[in-house]
């Protein structure tokens, strides 16, 4: 069965200061990935999402994330946080073949922005 | 553009008591689905409906029943809440479908603001 690791829970970072959230998932075949993000009181929010192609992919609000097949992994990148940022953001996996439809999402990461 | 609707935000229920939550979505998606969050598990989907007249279960859907009403709307009925059923709701559409060339899951979840429940 297919699954999503957020290692870290909670992350604190100070505004202007990069960032890298993780995200590792198990899955037997090509995946599609998708991040989402959560304001406090929100729904999620698509951030971007990872089908084919090239493994770098840009996103909304200027966050990125690399697909690297060799180690299951799928981690969102930005080089400076703003204090809107903090919010908790999901990784998600779904296979690609037809009819995959258990889209399975991480148990999320919290942000906190120290202004 | 309202994107997905879902009411009430909030709710109190007492044990054994029943109540349904709607949601609707005006993006004429094929989609839609039901979750729920609780700290720390993410988001585990209740129910979906792939289209109009269909509905499968999800990972959790003991205690719930849903109806497709028709494309726009998708509601979820609780007939004897318990506590474990406290949760926040989400409500989701996508696009997905044979024509979109997509599988469920595989075209992007628009989420409603969520209906925070508290069931005594």
């Known amino acids: 069965a297919q699954s999503v690791t957020q290692p870290d829970i909670h992350i604190t970072v100070s505004e202007g200061a990069s960032l890298e959230l993780r995200c590792n998932y198990s899955y037997g075949a090509t995946p599609y990935l998708f991040w989402y993000v959560q304001s406090p009181g929100q729904g999620l929010q698509l951030l971007l999402k990872?089908?084919?192609?090239?493994?770098l992919v840009q996103g909304i609000k200027g966050f990125e994330a690399e697909f690297k097949r060799s180690q299951s992994s799928f981690n969102l990148r930005k080089p400076s946080v703003h204090w809107s940022d903090a919010a908790e953001y999901f990784c998600?996996?779904?296979?690609?073949?037809?009819?995959?439809?258990?889209?399975?999402f991480g148990k999320g990461t919290k942000l906190s922005v120290i202004p | 553009n309202a994107g997905v609707t879902q009411t009430p935000k909030f709710q109190v229920l007492k044990t054994g008591q029943s109540m349904t939550l709607q949601c609707a979505q005006d993006m004429n998606h094929n989609s839609m689905y039901w979750y729920r969050q609780d700290p720390g598990m993410g988001l585990r989907l209740i129910y979906y409906?792939?289209?109009?007249?269909?509905?499968d279960k999800g990972e959790v859907p003991n205690g719930y029943n849903v109806s497709r009403l028709n494309k726009r709307e998708f509601s979820l009925r609780l007939e004897s809440a318990a506590p474990s059923q406290t949760s926040v709701y989400f409500c989701?559409?996508?696009?997905?479908?044979?024509?979109?060339?997509?599988?469920?899951?595989?075209?992007?979840?628009?989420f409603g603001n969520g209906t925070r429940l508290t069931v005594t």
């Open positions: 409906s792939a289209s109009e007249g269909t509905t």
């Open positions: 989701a559409s996508s696009e997905a479908g044979v024509l979109q060339g997509k599988g469920l899951g595989q075209a992007p979840l628009h």
């Open positions: 990872y089908f084919s192609g090239d493994t």
């Open positions: 998600a996996v779904v296979g690609s073949g037809a009819g995959s439809y258990q889209l399975t």
